[in-house]
């Protein structure tokens, strides 16, 4: 199983770093990168959204703030969003694999953990009516009539051209039995983590059902930190002294930072009365933004604002698209050619490099352009390891601990099946 951490150390200039194992993925698309991908948000074996694909945004129906996480057997749908930056109106075909706790595939045929056909059509696209570029906007739902979940746990759902039935995307998603009871909490432990950093040390105690007869040994457990799905901890620790309920939490050595952060971008009106906006070309094709320059330090918001794993791009027919030009004074660091990316809700927090960034020797900043699309964002900076091609070190802000969210999650082992069921879920911020 996969162990992902996020260690955070506190650098000169008051510079806090944190280093995050990153996710080995398998799926052969990566190879065509010149390194290995790095992204805390894609899980193993799943394929991120081609260029042409933008604003992809996955929640469950009521709120695009709520997590993509439903309960089996109930009302509840899950939306899918996104376009496609073409001239012409598409055809996609939606399938679902089942996955387990550490996101490989649980091998159960489809009948046993779907009700219907997997295929699902997505077709009939909303096109913009302001501005080059040009792009459709698509929006489904699941599930429905043609398809409902028999099974809990871990899923993906993979995005297919329909002429060509070749794979385009993935994101994960999670149907949960809402079985037992669950409570959660963190605490702040200082000077535990990488060079006397913050961690935030999680507990949960989940009141499981009387069929479990050895919970030790049938149930198993993840935590993920800010909706980074591919970043999940896997807590060894557990408590079985008290009948009916299991104490699990995750050791010191194996917890959270506390100080990770964001740098929020609102870029909800184009225009050049944007604060974050200091040069506004409309002229261009598409239309050019340069962003008053971050400074790390100065630069990151002290909570982080949620809206959904992907951020919160506009999405009505009047939206447009710019080409945004992102500056980093980045100040003195400890390596002679660094090389550093920006990652955030517009790229699935995807570290590659289209997303690298260049020093211009005019300014002294480092920058770099993003197509991206009215909304609301968060974002961050990465520092590619000098001592692994696989390694990205987010640069932060934070000198001190910031609000975090976290999801728990319970699995139990089906001894018929023999495949991993999501009881529970439960969703908690870290201690103020």
């Known amino acids: 199983m996969h162990r992902f951490h996020i260690v955070f150390a506190l650098c000169v200039l008051l510079l806090s770093c944190s280093g ?8 052969p698309s990566f190879v065509a990168l010149d390194y290995s991908l790095y992204s805390p948000l894609l899980v193993k074996d799943q394929l991120p959204a081609p260029q042409s694909i933008k604003s992809v945004q996955l929640y469950r129906k009521g ?30 075909t939606i399938r679902f694999t089942h996955h387990n706790q550490d996101w490989s595939s649980s091998n159960i045929p489809d009948v046993w953990f779907l009700d219907g056909i997997n295929d699902l059509l997505v077709q009939n696209g909303d096109v913009n009516r302001l501005s080059q570029p040009n792009f459709y906007r698509y929006k489904t739902e699941f599930p429905n009539q043609q398809i409902k979940f028999k099974a809990s746990g871990n899923y993906l759902l993979h995005v297919y051209d329909f002429s060509s039935n070749t794979e385009l995307f ?13 409570t959660s909490n963190s605490e702040t432990v200082y000077n535990s983590g990488s060079r006397y950093s913050t961690i935030n040390q999680l507990f949960s105690e989940y009141q499981y059902p009387e069929d479990i007869t050895m919970p030790q040994f049938d149930l198993t457990f993840s935590y993920v930190q800010n909706r980074f799905w591919g970043n999940y901890i896997s807590p060894s620790e557990k408590d079985v002294s008290n009948p009916g309920k299991i104490r699990f939490y995750t050791a010191r050595g194996n917890s959270f930072s506390a100080e990770f952060d964001f740098i929020p971008l609102d870029l909800s009106e184009l225009n050049i009365n944007n604060r974050r906006i200091v040069d506004w070309q409309p002229e261009i094709t598409p239309p050019r933004i340069i962003l008053k320059e971050d400074v790390i330090n100065f630069s990151a918001s002290p909570t982080p604002t949620y809206s959904s794993s992907f951020g919160n791009p506009s999405s009505t027919n009047f939206d447009r698209y710019a080409n945004v030009r992102f500056s980093l004074e980045l100040g003195a660091i400890n390596n002679s050619n660094p090389e550093i990316y920006v990652s955030g809700d ?3 927090w995807r570290t590659d490099s289209q997303y690298k960034l260049f020093k211009n020797n005019e300014s002294g900043l480092w920058e770099t ?13 990465f520092l590619k390891s000098e001592y692994s091609d696989s390694d990205f070190v987010p640069l932060n ?19 018929e099946y023999n495949y991993q069921r999501l009881l529970i879920t439960t969703n908690f911020d870290s201690n103020d």
């Not at 995050?20 to 799926?27: A, F, I, P």
């Not at 352009?369 to 900076?381: A, D, E, F, L």
């Open 170 to 182: 993935s994101l994960p998603f999670f149907v949960t039995e809402d079985m037992g009871a669950i």
């Open 397 to 415: 802000d934070a000198i001190t601990n910031v609000k975090q969210e976290y999801f728990g999650f319970v699995y139990y082992r089906d001894p």
């Open 369 to 381: 352009n993003v197509i991206m699309k009215q909304g609301k964002y968060r974002y961050k900076y």
């Open 346 to 348: 517009f790229n699935q």
């Open 63 to 92: 709120n695009k703030q709520n997590p993509p996480i439903i309960k089996l057997g109930t009302s509840a749908r899950i939306v899918l969003e996104f376009d496609e930056l073409s001239s012409l109106s598409g055809q996609y």
């Open 20 to 27: 995050l194992q990153r996710t080995n993925h398998s799926n």
